[in-house]
């Protein structure tokens, strides 16, 4: 089956640095990838919509210069976290379609647990 | 907008018993696409089950089965003879049939399985 990857699984930092969130389809081409953030216990929240060769779609409320998603190629989409609160530390979570236009599920990556000191 | 609406937030079921799980949705959409997700302490989500809004019959997948009630924006989940495995969170999505193609997730229902 499709299979993505995500990585970090985990990553602390501290307050004010950046972090990268790489989220690769290792097994099929995805020309758009989505990023969802999970609280704990809580439902997972699109935050956007990246697009291969395009800028991405963010959903109200998602600050997209402080959530930079590149989806430079086919197999790769990153998440930069700029200038990192503690209020950003969450579980992110990125997914991919192995078909367009179909009923084809999404596939996800183990999550990153992001954790900003 | 869409949005998913899951009103169990815990549910418990006895091992090898068969329990049901709610969710209903808001549309204006008359194609669009209904899947279950589990996501087990690991945090991975994994596809439990899905429908196509166009297709009558109910999805089945082994111990898993649906009850789509299109009319009543009613898309509940079916499990029989619960196993230990199948304790999760378990959550409701919604896909629009348009070029967005976005999920729209509930807010899940946690599961505990009774040995």
């Known amino acids: 089956g499709a299979v993505v990857s995500q990585h970090p699984s985990r990553v602390i930092c501290k307050s004010g640095t950046s972090v990268k969130i790489e989220c690769r389809s290792l097994d099929f081409q995805a020309t758009t990838m989505f990023w969802y953030r999970q609280f704990p216990k809580k439902s997972l929240m699109l935050m956007a919509t990246s697009n291969e060769g395009s800028k991405a779609t963010y959903e109200q409320g998602v600050e997209k210069d402080k959530f930079l998603i590149n989806h430079a190629s086919l197999t790769l989409s990153t998440l930069t976290v700029t200038s990192a609160h503690p209020e950003d530390s969450s579980f992110y979570i990125c997914s991919a379609r192995l078909i367009q236009g179909s009923n084809s599920p999404l596939h996800f990556g183990n999550g990153t647990r992001l954790t900003v000191t | 907008a869409q949005t998913v609406t899951q009103s169990q937030p815990e549910m418990s079921v006895q091992e090898a018993e068969t329990v049901t799980l709610s969710c209903t949705y808001d549309?204006?959409?008359?194609?669009?696409?209904l899947f279950w997700y589990k996501q087990p302490p690991s945090r991975q989500m994994i596809l439990v089950i899905r429908?196509?809004?166009?297709?009558?019959q109910n999805a089945t997948e082994n111990r898993f089965s649906v009850n789509f009630q299109k009319a009543a924006k009613s898309f509940s989940l079916k499990i029989s003879d619960s196993q230990l495995g199948d304790a999760a969170m378990y959550f409701c999505?919604?896909?629009?049939?348009?070029?967005?193609?976005?999920?729209?997730f509930g807010t899940g229902t946690s599961l505990t399985v009774i040995p």
């Open positions: 429908q196509e809004a166009y297709k009558q």
């Open positions: 999505a919604y896909r629009t049939s348009n070029t967005g193609n976005q999920f729209y």
């Open positions: 549309t204006s959409e008359s194609d669009y696409y």
